[in-house]
C-alpha cells in the first residue's frame, strides 16, 4: 500500500513554468512505477508521464515532449514533473498515480486502468 499527495499545483502565466511534486508514504517507492496523469474538465484522462522504478526508463506524452520532465528521488520517496512553456491546453488536475514492479512495453507504463494508487490531484490553470 502507498499514499500520494501531490503539491506544487497553482495559477501560472502562458509560457511560465511550474514543478509538481507526489510524495509517497508507505511501502518503499522504489517498488513502483511512478506517473502522472491530467484530466480536464470534460475530457478524458491523459497520460503524461511516467518514470521507472530507478529513473532508467521515462514516457512522455504528445502533448508535453520537449516541455516536461519527470524525475524521481527514492531517498525522498518524491516524483516531480518540471514543466516549462505552459499553454492554456495544459490546464487541468494533474494526478501522480503508482503501480509496483515494471513493464516490458510502453503501454503498461502509459495506461491508466493499469496503475492502482492515486493522488487527490493538484490543480494547474495555465492563463493566456
Known amino acids: 500500500q502507498v499514499q500520494l499527495v501531490e503539491s506544487g499545483g497553482g495559477l501560472v502565466q502562458a509560457g511560465g513554468s511550474l514543478r509538481l511534486s507526489c510524495a509517497a508514504s508507505g511501502r518503499t517507492s522504489s517498488s513502483y512505477t511512478m506517473a502522472w496523469f491530467r484530466q480536464a474538465p470534460g475530457k478524458e484522462r491523459e497520460f503524461v508521464s511516467a518514470?521507472?522504478?530507478?529513473?532508467?526508463?521515462?514516457y512522455y506524452g504528445d502533448s508535453v515532449k520537449g516541455r516536461f520532465t519527470i524525475s524521481r528521488d527514492n531517498a525522498k520517496s518524491t516524483v516531480y514533473l518540471q514543466m516549462h512553456s505552459l499553454t492554456a491546453e495544459d490546464t487541468a488536475v494533474y494526478l501522480c498515480?503508482?503501480?509496483?514492479?515494471?513493464?516490458?512495453?510502453?503501454?503498461?507504463?502509459?495506461?491508466?486502468?493499469?496503475?492502482?494508487?492515486w493522488g487527490q490531484g493538484t490543480q494547474v490553470t495555465v492563463s493566456s
Open positions: 518514470i521507472s522504478r530507478y529513473g532508467g526508463i521515462t
Open positions: 498515480a503508482a503501480r509496483p514492479g515494471a513493464g516490458d512495453s510502453s503501454s503498461w507504463y502509459t495506461r491508466f486502468p493499469g496503475y492502482d494508487y
